[in-house]
């Protein structure tokens, strides 16, 4: 058969069967250099995108169905793409050295995604990430629920910072001493959806799901929107087993939430301003503009529920199996290494656990710095912090851990492969911070 009497019956196909279609939809992604204008400079910044766009395309695919996502390296090194938080086949997984070999400049990699949970994913490489995610290389992956749910918009906000300098240019000097001798590279310029303090507009009476996703290297973000009434309904790509006000959350690197926001029927007119209150000093994210109309109905919303999957109740006679130890040590590639277990990657203190068997592990900061740890593949719950029953209504799949902090999680490993474990500061992983967890069948 020729090729274009081929492409004539899958077009009709196509036609016949729009939902396989849709389940199969192919999508390709390459990464590149490119520009981004920000507002401060005469000129565009040099940076490295995925087709052109910073940030990354935003990825919107349904639960339950395939996705299929072609990679095409045109950098000029190797990359790969990891899929944040979603739990998918382990080959899919995107860890050079781990689950797949480097994709090489010029090369290509197809992705094969089976979405089993809907809810706020991202996406980056995982080969040399502290620079190529600081140069551009991040996206937004939502999975859709089978039934979206009827909030009047569905915002997307990617929380990033960039270490500009005069020129406009990237700062790039990577893994300084500084860097790693602190909590990781943190910029100058804050941004959301790489816009410095955007606008963003409403009607009085709507009520607005707002997914909030920190894709910064080490910045940590937590989040405060004055004057407006804010509840937390996921946490990490799951949605909460009892929804809470949103007071003083802490958002570290890799963590996402999906708030409920409702802007008052009497709000026309009003500016509610964003701001950022982790550190000492506040500072403006973004404002939300209330047009000054008349109100509309405000939807009904019933924000989606997910069963409490791995209650805390299941760990109670599990003993902690690991405790990976969090310190540094002078060595590795950087002269300064982040350690697990004084051990650098890829010379690592691993874990093999077996499917399905509840686990307890234990991060114990020694340093005085930040660590939010994360696991690829699992969504984990945390059960005590420094020896103290903690209480958390949701599962996450990274943990900040505190200067000196002991933080025990509880998971149940569903997935088999071999699952990377790291700090989310960039820096730090890259300085050593990361180990494996084999996961092997019975
Ligand atoms: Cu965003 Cu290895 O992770
Ligand atoms: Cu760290």
Redo the contacts with the bound molecule.
Sequence with gaps: MNLSRMAVITLILGLLFPTSAYAEQPLHLEAKESYHQFPFFDTPTPVWSYDDQIPGPLIRGRVGTTMVIDFANRLKEPSSI?W?GLRIENAMDG?PGVTQEPVGPGKNFTYRLKLEDAGTFWY?P?FNSSEQLERGLKGVFIVEEAAKPPWSQDWVWLMDDWLLQKDGTIYSQFNTGRDLMHDGRWGNVPTINARFRPEFQVKPGERIRLRLINGANARIFSPHIEGLAASVIAVDGRPVTEIFPLERFVLSP?NRIDLDVRIPPQAGGSIFAVEDRFTRNAFPLATIKVAPSTPIDTPEVTPPTAADFIPAQMFAEVKVGKTWDLDAIRGGRFGIGWTMNRKLWPDADKAAYRLGEPQKVTFKNSSSRLHPM?I?GVFFRVLERNGKKAAEPFTRDTVLVGPRESVTIGFVPEHPGIW?T?C?IQEHAEAGMMTTIDVKHN
Excluded: E, R, S, T
């Design positions: 990891h944040h860890v980056h995982h890799g994360h690829h990377l790291h989310h």
